[in-house]
C-alpha cells in the first residue's frame, strides 16, 4: 500500500545566507516556527503566516558562532536563547543580552568557568566541544536547559556533570534544578503540549541515549529515566498522551504512554519494510532500519523514513505508521524526488529540506 504526496507550497528558509544551515521546524501546541542560523544571526517565522503570505522573519543577532552550541526561539518570536559552551544566553531583537546563565564547560577537558566565548573563540578543542540544549516551554514562560555542571560560584571548580534546569524566561531566574546523571556529547529536547512536561534525550557516544522525562510542579523539578539507555525521544503527540523513541541501533521505532514511560507497542524495521527496490540481487541480508526522525501528523497517524539506510542503494523512502497499534499503513510516494527526512509540522502536514536550495517543500497527503 502506499500513500500519494500532494506539494501544497514551497518555502524559502528564513535566511539567505549561503553560510546558513538547513532550516528546523520546531512544533509547539498551536503554532510551528521555522528556524535557520549562520554565524551571524539566528531568524525564524511562523509557519502558518507564511503560509498565508504574511510571515515576518524575527531577526536575533548570535552571541557566538554556530558551532559554539545550539540555539532556540520563544513561541511569540520576541527572544532567542543560544546554549553555549559556558552560558545559556537569551537575546532580544537587538542582540541585547536579556539575561544569562552560566555553567561548567562544555570542552571536556576544560576546568575553567569563562565569563565571555573570547577566551576559547580560537581554541580548536572549544571548536569540537560537546553540547547541550534549551527550549521554551509551550507558554514561553519557562526555558528548560540542559547544560554542563553543577553550577559554580565564582572561584570554585565546577565538575564535569550535567544539570538540568527549569529558567524564568522573564530574567533566567533558576527555578528548578535537577541532577541528570549524564555525561553529554549532545542533547535534545523534545516539548510537550503541557508547560510542566519536557522530554530530553542525551547522547553520551557508545555510552548510550538516555532518556529522561522531566515533571515541573512550581516548586520542584522531578525526573525519571526512561528505559535502559538505548532510546531516542523522537517526538510527543499532540495530545501529549504518548510519544515516539527509536532504540539505539535503529531497529525499533516505539510507541510509549507519557504517563509512566511504559512501551505501549513497537514496530522492527526489518519485519515490516521490503529491502530497497535497487538492492543488489547478490545482497542477500539487506539491513533496514529506522532514521533518527519521526513525528505525528496527527494523533494517530506517525511518519517516519529509512532513509539512512536506504541512501546506500537509491532515493530514501517515507512510511506511515498507524500509531494504534503501530502498524506500516505504507510508503508515501512523491511526485517529485525529495531528499532527506520528512519533518511533521504538527497540522497533518510535514515537509521535506531541498538539499540544494534549502528551501521547505510543505505536503499534505492527496486524500
Not at 540542559?146 to 550535567?162: K, S, T, Y
Not at 541515549?209 to 515541573?216: A, C, H, Q, T, Y
Request: with cysteine; net charge negative; proline share 5%.
Amino acid at each position: 500500500m502506499s500513500a500519494s504526496a500532494r506539494l501544497v507550497t514551497t518555502l524559502a528558509g528564513p535566511l539567505d545566507s549561503a553560510t546558513a544551515g538547513a532550516p528546523d521546524v520546531l512544533c509547539l501546541p498551536d503554532r510551528t516556527l521555522v528556524l535557520q542560523s549562520d554565524d551571524a544571526q539566528l531568524a525564524a517565522y511562523d509557519l502558518a503566516e507564511a503560509l498565508a503570505g504574511e510571515a515576518a522573519v524575527a531577526r536575533f543577532p548570535a552571541p557566538w558562532r554556530r558551532r559554539f552550541g545550539t540555539r532556540t526561539v520563544a513561541p511569540g518570536l520576541d527572544a532567542a536563547v543560544f546554549a553555549g559552551v559556558h552560558a545559556i544566553r537569551a537575546v532580544d531583537r537587538h542582540g541585547v543580552t536579556l539575561w544569562e546563565v552560566r555553567h561548567g564547560c562544555w570542552e571536556g577537558g576544560c576546568r575553567e568557568l569563562h565569563t565571555s566565548v573570547d577566551e576559547y573563540a580560537d581554541s580548536r578543542d572549544h571548536l569540537y566541544a560537546d553540547s547541550g540544549s534549551a527550549v521554551f516551554s509551550a507558554d514561553g514562560k519557562l526555558v528548560w536547559a540542559h547544560v554542563r555542571g553543577p553550577l559554580a560560584e565564582d572561584g570554585e571548580d565546577p565538575e564535569v556533570l550535567d544539570e538540568w534546569l527549569v529558567l524564568d524566561a522573564a530574567d533566567g531566574t533558576v527555578l528548578g534544578e535537577a541532577d541528570a546523571q549524564t555525561v553529554a556529547a549532545g542533547s535534545d529536547h523534545v516539548s510537550h503540549p503541557d508547560p510542566g512536561q519536557m522530554g530530553l534525550s542525551v547522547g553520551e557516544g557508545q555510552d548510550g541515549v538516555p532518556l529522561l522525562w522531566g515533571r515541573w510542579d512550581g516548586e520542584r523539578l522531578s525526573v525519571d529515566r526512561i528505559g535502559d539507555d538505548d532510546r531516542i525521544l523522537l517526538a510527543v503527540s499532540p495530545s501529549g498522551e504518548s510519544f515516539l523513541t527509536v532504540t539505539h541501533y535503529q531497529e525499533l521505532l516505539a510507541l510509549h504512554r507519557a504517563a509512566d514511560g511504559s512501551v505501549v507497542r513497537e514496530l522492527d524495521a526489518e519485519e515490516a519494510v521490503a529491502p530497497h527496490p535497487a538492492l543488489p540481487p547478490e545482497n542477500d541480508e539487506p539491513e533496514v532500519h529506522w532514521d533518527y526522525y519521526a513525528g505525528f501528523l496527527d494523533e494517530h497517524t506517525v511518519i517516519t523514513g529509512t532513509v539512512e539506510a536506504d541512501e546506500e542503494f537509491g532515493a530514501g523512502r517515507h512510511w506511515l505508521v498507524d500509531a494504534r497499534d503501530m502498524r506500516l499503513l505504507g510508503e508515501v510516494g512523491y511526485p517529485f524526488p525529495v531528499s532527506g527526512v520528512p519533518l511533521a509540522l504538527g497540522d497533518g502536514s510535514w515537509c521535506t529540506v531541498d538539499e540544494d536550495t534549502n528551501e521547505l517543500q510543505v505536503w499534505r497527503l492527496d486524500i
